[in-house]
């Protein structure tokens, strides 16, 4: 057997292996969308597996949104994803620039220093950060959601901004200055038109943790006015779990679509952002 058999062999046994985790992967979300098709009494009179007789996907987003008032947190989380990421995504692009591009004396400790928020878990800061909520009127409020999101996620941005900045030659930021440019518009005429592969990528990754965020809803927010979707599934699941399944699961249909999107929309950027932070790297 020669080596290229052995490795059209490897291949074909490579590509089976990925088609059946992509199966195993596919199966849940199968039955997630079939069960969303149905009605709560098709449900309870079929099996499992079996195809809807009628089309009640409407008719539970409507029960989701309405009945159960997740629209509510559904549109928080959404707000709290979108401008969550680009307020610390713009943040961190000026900390990118400066500590690279703009020579600062002791640059790589303050990178340090920023990247260390990275370290530690979220977890212990939950008690502190409570009570310092409390303290300045910030608790149950968008304005504290939002803070605490932007402040998580600049580290990671900081990060990536940075090793992405690295790439980019110095002779263009000397030849802007020799132009006329000043730093600012270095900043935005050169540098952030370039970045948009690393922007996408920082905006899926940390909208995606902003979205699937559980644990600081659980502690910073106590209303349906505030508390992101995450958290308005868990209810869900909790109080309607025994009562209407094809509604449970058209919250937990709705609740992948956004992020999915985002994938399918920024494909491309994402897998060039990638590239990009493995060159970094």
Avoid: H
């Avoid at 990536?160 to 690295?166: G, K, M």
């Avoid at 200055?177 to 935005?188: E, H, L, V």
């Avoid at 050169?190 to 943790?209: C, D, K, R, T, Y």
């Avoid at 494909?267 to 970094?280: D, N, R, S, V």
């Amino acid at each position: 057997m020669n080596d290229r058999v052995r490795l059209n062999i490897r291949k074909s046994i490579l590509f089976i292996i990925i088609i059946l985790l992509c199966i195993i992967w596919l199966v849940p979300i199968y039955f997630l969308i079939l069960i969303s098709l149905k009605s709560s009494k098709e449900f309870a009179v079929t099996s499992f597996w079996e195809y809807p007789q009628t089309f009640a996907l409407f008719k539970n987003i409507r029960y989701v949104f309405i009945e159960t008032k997740m629209l509510k947190p559904f549109l928080n989380s959404l707000l709290y994803a979108i401008c969550g990421s680009a307020v610390a995504i713009f943040i961190s692009s000026l900390a990118g620039y400066g500590l690279t591009k703009l020579k600062l004396k002791g640059a790589f400790p303050i990178f340090i220093i920023i990247w260390s928020g990275m370290i530690f878990p979220v977890q212990i800061y939950l008690i502190p950060l409570y009570k310092a909520y409390l303290t300045l009127n910030l608790y149950n409020t968008k304005i504290g959601m939002l803070l605490i999101y932007v402040a998580l996620i600049i580290p990671f941005c900081v990060f990536v901004f940075r090793n992405f900045f690295l790439t980019i030659p110095d002779d263009y930021i000397e030849a802007a200055k020799i132009d006329g440019c000043s730093n600012f518009q270095i900043y935005y005429r050169i540098l952030l038109p370039n970045s948009f592969a690393p922007m996408a990528i920082l905006a899926l990754f940390q909208g995606s943790f902003i979205w699937n965020d559980l644990i600081l809803g659980m502690v910073l927010a106590g209303s349906d006015s505030v508390r992101p979707v995450m958290n308005a599934l868990a209810l869900l699941n909790a109080v309607y779990s025994g009562k209407n399944i094809p509604a449970v699961m058209t919250g937990n249909l709705l609740s992948g679509l956004p992020i999915i999107i985002a994938y399918l929309l920024l494909q491309k950027y994402f897998i060039q952002g990638l590239k990009l932070q493995a060159a970094g790297e």
